[in-house]
């Protein structure tokens, strides 16, 4: 981890401390040590500046990490050498379970055009954004859900939008069963119930982007064994 990542993991999990010790905790742990997080900072993958529907937000920790990223840049003090980190014009989070929304909401007040709803994502609405993401959440509706969520995405996206996704390869054996037996235990930890997931291959999560008029790129991200890729879908 550079010292970049790790004070930025520092920063953004300390607006969790008063929603309590484990949401802190929890927030230090994931910023700091998934992958995905430094990964986002890379030039190209995110807009420059943009609206975000994160669906599936847990405690809403991408907006956390955007917005420590944005504070640390607005104060002179961003490495020169790193690109500026992509800023945050909006941000609407969708969560099931109550107890992760309301630590979202506690470390998130304040943030100007971010809210957190309660909800599920199969049937919530999907307002206007630059970005849609489903982090390592897919897995956890049924397939014919998949694919409908997916298609109202689709027809949602503007030309220039993008959805970003991470998903496990359900081919990949050991380290496929490791990712989501950890997914499972963090919704545990959240105070849900021990989820049934559906995961897929990965070339049939890309096959079915492409069948629904997407466009993608892979970016794998193992990291700890785990057997995950990020996908950025644009609309075809
Ligand atoms: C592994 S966690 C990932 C959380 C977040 N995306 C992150 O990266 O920190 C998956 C989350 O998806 C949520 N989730 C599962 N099914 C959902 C649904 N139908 N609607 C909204 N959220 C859902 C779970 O409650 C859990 O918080």
């Given at each position: 981890m550079t010292p970049l990542i790790r004070q930025l993991a520092t920063a953004a999990a300390a607006a969790y401390r008063p929603a309590g010790r484990w949401a802190w905790h929890f927030a230090r742990g994931k910023l700091g040590g998934d992958p995905l997080f430094a990964a986002l900072l890379a030039p190209g993958l995110l807009p420059r500046r943009g609206r975000y529907l994160d669906l599936g937000c847990g405690q809403g920790l991408l907006a956390a990490w955007l917005l420590a990223a944005g504070r640390r840049h607005a104060a002179g003090s961003w490495p020169a050498q790193v690109p500026p980190p992509p800023a945050l014009a909006g941000y609407h989070g969708v969560e099931l379970l109550d107890a992760a929304v309301r630590r979202g909401r506690i470390a998130l007040a304040g943030a100007d055009h971010v809210s957190l709803a309660g909800g599920d994502m199969?049937?919530?609405?999907?307002?206007?954004?630059?970005?849609?993401?489903?982090?390592?959440?897919?897995?956890?509706?049924?397939?014919?859900?998949?694919?409908?969520?997916?298609?109202?995405?689709?027809?949602?996206?503007?030309?220039?939008?993008?959805?970003?996704?991470?998903?496990?390869?359900?081919?990949?054996?050991?380290?496929?069963?490791?990712?989501?037996?950890?997914?499972?235990?963090?919704?545990?930890?959240?105070?849900?119930?021990?989820?049934?997931?559906?995961?897929?291959?990965?070339?049939?999560?890309?096959?079915?982007?492409?069948?629904?008029?997407?466009?993608?790129?892979?970016?794998?991200?193992?990291?700890?064994?785990?057997?995950?890729?990020l996908i950025v879908a644009r609309p075809d």
């Open positions: 199969t049937a919530a609405p999907l307002p206007p954004a630059d970005v849609v993401t489903l982090i390592d959440v897919l897995h956890y509706i049924p397939p014919d859900a998949q694919r409908a969520l997916l298609a109202r995405i689709r027809a949602s996206l503007a030309p220039d939008a993008r959805l970003l996704l991470r998903v496990g390869d359900a081919s990949a054996g050991l380290a496929y069963r490791l990712s989501r037996l950890t997914d499972s235990l963090v919704v545990v930890a959240h105070g849900g119930r021990w989820p049934q997931l559906h995961g897929r291959r990965l070339a049939d999560w890309l096959g079915l982007l492409l069948a629904l008029g997407y466009r993608c790129e892979t970016h794998p991200m193992g990291g700890a064994g785990f057997a995950n890729t």
